[in-house]
């Protein structure tokens, strides 16, 4: 605090104060006279400046972060998300009742005097030399917008916002110097624009768009002569006068500046008295932000999209750089997002599985020969609430773009990718094998280098019923998923050509990680997201081609006035297979939802294609289908891999056992009729696969009776060491059968440590 001199003088502080007002407006600044009595009077504090002449030219003014709204394929929004909720606006689309409000209360000669306003400085300093400390300023309001700038340079980081407010004559002085330019530059109509759009109303409002919007719902423009007035009130302190909070005092100051505006001569006094009877009026817009506001349960999608801009290096090549841009916002997104689609995966979820059910289900939808995502949901809500059974994590993605750990495992899902390697391999369609009931695993199995795999144990593997024995041909094996014949299949064409064909396919583990080379990944022991096998399957669907998934559109910035577009990712085409094979794989899995496993999810109206898959214990079940244009991947499970689904309440409905063809491919049924409703219907490629007279061991088709052929897969729910056997079923007479795996048969981490669910 400031002390007076004996004898009534100013102190030194003072003294050293008045003289830089003085000299500023005195044109001894603008000549570039350095301030050599700031550090003679004992001024020369941190913070402070040695030189008027030394501070940089030109100040750089950051673009004002807006916000981003994420809209889909449509036009429509699905959400808003930012760091500052702003909306720039110019002049001419703010009220005119809040420009003179404004410059009534903060500034009234701001039309009159240049950067510094000379009586303002000497009012101040004569009123704090009385009261002995800081009781009134003298910012123009110039300066306020300048320091303003400053506090958005500063972003979120504290520190740099405590440089850009503290109290020290060297701020006071970077202020003059940049307020001098401002008005030289801009002319007194620009900064009062720029000000207005910069300042901060409170409750998350950053401008006066977003504070016309957050406080009455209305915009700039439209502003009454006291909703203006309480706005422009809130600016000196917008938490002391919220009016949300406290009503009477933001009442006062409304009317404090109503008065003021009538000083001034903006408006009548008769005006003044009328407008401060009024009541304040709000209408609150409660702020939506972020992906959790986002509709039709597309908070995962947002959330997804999010994280492609921040990890996609075309954004910028650093993560830093990323993350600027996305905190500065003023995006307009345009998604891959289909609101149809969109609509009838999160209904067809909901109406199967309930938020509150031990387990979750997840599903994604990719339209074949784009890679555009236009469906992502899941059946656990997007946020942070955990008694409202919330979650942040995406099940359909990996881990890298905010999904679980290390994805799911498969299953007989898998089975597919093992076919087609196979027809590359020129293996024939109607390819035979024993495929007895129960086989050592066969050993050696060549890999893509010069070490084999090789079963040192003499370990076993079985198919799920014991009617379930070869001979098979390959479309039977697939419609009865046969865990012998696929294993068989690849050892016979050795690892390497299911690997290199999962490589073109992309599929990884949840992790990121390649899956291992050992027999147990044609069972689907590893775990995969969802929209890794949705784009996987779309492949096929391509007859051959596989593109990337993509969620992004176009980009659209808005800098200040000006708008430009930025270059997004764009989905990357190419073949992972032949026409003939990918044709062939789609004869093979027509015939699962025809007459095998996957039955239960045929669509009615068009043709389709697919493959159920179950896990050990049933902690995993899966159905992943397309058509020649769409396909889709739905899982359902525990995220903890610590629930078993039989003898289970799940959506209302009660399971003795879960497996593919149940609760998955119900889900993929509604899911993909919604989303294809009105839009063509075309066919597959006709691909003609000789029929064999082979005797048929099945008992049924799969359903949960007890007397169908299941899905007898031998993957694990676990992930333990990658794998420990243990078949899942999908509706046979024998759900638990016991398989025993060598101990060197899987390869790979844990898959329980440090799952996120």
Not at 444 to 473: A, H, I
Not at 545 to 551: D, N, Q, R
Not at 670 to 677: E, F, H, Q, S, V
Not at 714 to 741: C, K, L, M, R, V
Request: hydrophobic share 35%.
């Amino acid at each position: 605090m400031s002390k007076k001199r004996s004898g009534g003088g100013l102190s030194a502080t003072q003294q050293a104060a008045k003289f830089l007002g003085v000299s500023v407006l005195s044109g001894a600044v603008l000549a570039g006279i350095a301030l050599p009595a700031v550090g003679a009077l004992g001024l020369a504090a941190k913070g402070s400046v040695e030189s008027f002449d030394e501070l940089p030219a030109n100040l750089k003014t950051p673009p004002l972060s807006q916000r981003t709204t994420i809209l889909d394929a449509k036009g429509g929004t699905i959400a808003t998300v930012y760091s500052r909720d702003r909306t720039v606006v110019e002049l001419k689309d703010i009220s005119p009742y809040m420009q003179k409000a404004i410059v009534a209360i903060e500034d009234s000669r701001f039309y009159q005097h240049g950067a510094v306003d000379l009586k303002g400085v000497l009012r101040a300093l004569n009123q704090n030399a009385q009261s002995g400390g800081v009781a009134q300023g003298a910012s123009t309001l110039t300066q306020q917008y300048v320091k303003n700038v400053f506090v958005e340079e500063a972003g979120d980081d504290p520190t740099k916002v405590a440089q850009a407010t503290q109290q020290t004559i060297g701020r006071k002085i970077r202020e003059l110097k940049y307020a001098i330019q401002v008005e030289e530059e801009l002319g007194k109509q620009k900064i009062l624009e720029n000000y207005l759009n910069i300042t901060f109303f409170g409750q998350q409002a950053y401008g006066i768009e977003a504070a016309a919007q957050r406080y009455f719902s209305t915009s700039a423009k439209d502003l009454t002569l006291a909703q203006s007035a309480l706005l422009a009130g809130i600016v000196q302190s917008p938490s002391r006068y919220d009016p949300v909070n406290d009503e009477a005092e933001a009442t006062k100051r409304r009317n404090v500046v109503l008065q003021r505006m009538a000083e001034v001569g903006d408006i009548s006094r008769a005006e003044a008295a009328k407008a401060q009877k009024e009541k304040l009026g709000l209408k609150v817009s409660k702020p939506r932000n972020g992906c959790i506001t986002a509709v039709d349960g597309a908070g995962f999608f947002c959330d997804y999209v999010r994280n492609v801009f921040l990890t996609d290096p075309i954004f910028g090549k650093s993560k830093e750089e990323r993350a600027k841009i996305w905190n500065r916002g003023g995006l307009t997104i345009k998604t891959t997002l289909d609101p149809q689609a969109q609509d009838s995966v999160q209904a067809s979820l909901k109406n199967h599985v309930y938020k509150s059910d031990k387990v979750a289900a997840a599903a994604t939808l990719v339209e074949p020969g784009t890679g555009k995502i236009v469906a992502m949901g899941q059946s656990k809500p997007y946020g942070t609430n955990a008694k409202q059974h919330e979650t942040v994590i995406n099940y359909s993605v990996n881990y890298s773009m905010g999904g679980s750990n290390f994805g799911f495992p498969t299953g007989s899902t898998f089975k597919p990718f093992v076919a087609a390697a196979a027809l590359e391999e020129g293996r024939p369609a109607d390819q035979e094998y024993s495929s007895p009931y129960q086989m050592e695993y066969p050993s050696p199995v060549q890999t893509c280098d010069s070490r084999p795999w090789v079963n040192t144990n003499g370990e076993k593997l079985e198919n799920e019923s014991e009617s379930e024995r070869g001979p098979f041909r390959l479309r039977k094996a697939m419609e009865l998923s046969v865990n012998t014949y696929f294993v068989q299949m690849i050892s016979d064409i050795g690892l390497c050509p299911v690997v290199n064909m999962t490589n073109k396919l992309q599929v990884v583990q949840g992790n990121g990680d390649k899956l291992p080379e050992v027999p147990a990944i044609a069972l689907g022991s590893k775990g995969i997201s969802p929209l890794t096998m949705a784009s996987a399957y779309a492949a096929f669907a391509a007859r051959g081609m596989y593109c990337t998934p993509v969620a992004i559109e176009s980009i659209t910035q808005k800098v200040g006035q000006e708008k430009k577009s930025l270059e997004v990712p764009k989905s990357t085409c190419s073949r992972a297979m032949s026409e003939t094979t990918a044709d062939t794989i789609n004869q093979l899995l027509k015939g699962v939802v025809d007459s095998g496993t996957g039955k239960t999810a045929g669509l009615t109206d068009r043709q389709n294609a697919g493959k159920t898959g179950t896990t050990d214990s049933r902690k995993n079940a899966w159905f992943v289908g397309y058509t020649p244009n769409l396909s889709g991947a739905v899982w359902v499970g525990s995220a903890t891999q610590k629930v078993e689904m039989h003898q289970i309440s799940i959506g209302g409905e009660y399971y003795d056992l879960v497996f593919g063809g149940k609760v998955p491919g119900p889900i993929w049924k509604d899911a993909m009729t919604g989303a294809l409703a009105g839009k063509d219907a075309p066919g597959f490629n006709y691909v003609e696969i000789p029929e064999h007279n082979t005797p048929d061991p099945g008992n049924g088709d799969g359903n949960d009776d007890g007397n169908g052929n299941g899905d007898g897969d031998n993957g694990d729910g676990n992930g333990n060491n990658g794998g420990n056997g243990n078949g899942g079923t999908d509706g046979g007479a024998f759900p638990n059968p016991t398989i025993s795996i060598p101990e060197n048969l899987f390869q790979g981490n844990n898959g329980n440590g440090g799952r996120r669910g």
